[in-house]
C-alpha cells in the first residue's frame, strides 16, 4: 500500500511512534524514525523495522527545536530522496495543577506537542507542495478535546494542534495534502506507565470497551487516515479511546 513511500514519524522509538513506523513498514513504507534521546530504543525499533525488510533510519532531534527540524528535513529529504508522509507524534507530559505548574513545564510542554508539529509541518510543506501530495497526522489527545485537571499544559498544546490540523487542512487542501489529528484516550505506553493504578482501574471502568488502549489501536487508524480509502477526509479528529468521549 505504501511501496515507494517515506513515512517521517516523530517519536518513533517508542510507544505509540513505535507501533506506526511498524504499522507503516508492514505495509512498504521506508522509516525515518525520531527520537529525543533515547539511543536504545531507537535503535532497537529501527532494528525491528529492519527485520520487517523496510529502509529505516533513525534520527536524533529535539523537535522542539526550529533550526534542528530543519536540518533533519533535508537529511531525511537526502537520504530517502523526499518525505510523503509526515507524523506529528512526538510529546511529553509534565503534569500539575495549574496553581504549582510552572512557567518552565508550561512552556516545555507547548513546546514540544505543539510546537514541534509546526516546525515539522513549516519545513516539510514545501516539499508536499512541490509534489502535490503529501499526508500529515498529529497525535493529539481526547485531553486537548476535554480537558484534564493536572494537564493544563497538554491539554492546552494538544487544543493548540486541533486548530493547527483544521488550519493547514485548509491552507494545503487545494494541492492534494491532507491534514488530520488522531486523539487517543489511555493507551498503554511508558507516559501511561507512571499513573496511578486507582486511576487506570477508573479509567477502565468508565471506558465503553472497559480495557486500555494499546499503541497498535491507535496505529490502525494513522495507517488508515495515511492510506488512498483516506483520500477525501481532511481537517478531522478522529478519537481513538474506547468511547471514552462519545
Ligand atoms: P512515550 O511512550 O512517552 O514516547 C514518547 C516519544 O516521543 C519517544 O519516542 C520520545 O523519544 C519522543 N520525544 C519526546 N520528546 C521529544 C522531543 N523533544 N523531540 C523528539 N522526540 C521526542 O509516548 P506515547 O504514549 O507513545 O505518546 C505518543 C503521542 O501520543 C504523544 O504525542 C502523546 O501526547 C500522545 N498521546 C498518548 C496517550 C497515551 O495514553 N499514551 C494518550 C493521548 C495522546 P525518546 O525515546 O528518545 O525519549
Not at 507512571?194 to 487508524?221: F, K
Amino acid at each position: 500500500m505504501f511501496t515507494g513511500k517515506t513515512a517521517l514519524v516523530t517519536g518513533g522509538s517508542r510507544g505509540i511512534g513505535r507501533a506506526i513506523c511498524l504499522a507503516l513498514a508492514k505495509r512498504g513504507a521506508s522509516i525515518a524514525l525520531v527520537y529525543a534521546g533515547n539511543e536504545q530504543k531507537a535503535a532497537e525499533t529501527q532494528a525491528e523495522l529492519t527485520l520487517l525488510g523496510a529502509t529505516a533510519k533513525a534520527y536524533r532531534c529535539d523537535v522542539a527545536d526550529f533550526a534542528a527540524t530543519g536540518e533533519l528535513v533535508k537529511a531525511v529529504t537526502a537520504d530517502f530522496g523526499g518525505i510523503d508522509l509526515l507524523i506529528n507524534n512526538a510529546g511529553i507530559t509534565r503534569d500539575g495543577l495549574v496553581m504549582r505548574m510552572s512557567e518552565q513545564d508550561f512552556d516545555d510542554v507547548i513546546a514540544v506537542n505543539l510546537k514541534g508539529a509546526f516546525n515539522l509541518i513549516r519545513h516539510t510543506s514545501a516539499g508536499f507542495l512541490r509534489k502535490k501530495a503529501g499526508r500529515i497526522i498529529n497525535v493529539t489527545s481526547v485531553a486537548g478535546l476535554m480537558g484534564n485537571a493536572g494537564q493544563a499544559n497538554y491539554a492546552a498544546a494538544k487544543a493548540g494542534l486541533v486548530g493547527l490540523t483544521k488550519t493547514i487542512a485548509r491552507e494545503l487542501g487545494s494541492r492534494g495534502i491532507t491534514c488530520n489529528a488522531v486523539a487517543p484516550g489511555f493507551i498503554r505506553t511508558d507516559m501511561t506507565a507512571g499513573l496511578d493504578a486507582r486511576i487506570l482501574d477508573t479509567v477502565q471502568q468508565n471506558v465503553p470497551l472497559h480495557r486500555l488502549g494499546e499503541p497498535e489501536d491507535v496505529a490502525g487508524v494513522v495507517t488508515f487516515l495515511c492510506s488512498p480509502d483516506a483520500a477525501y477526509i481532511t481537517g478531522q479528529v478522529i478519537q481513538v479511546d474506547g468511547g471514552l468521549r462519545m
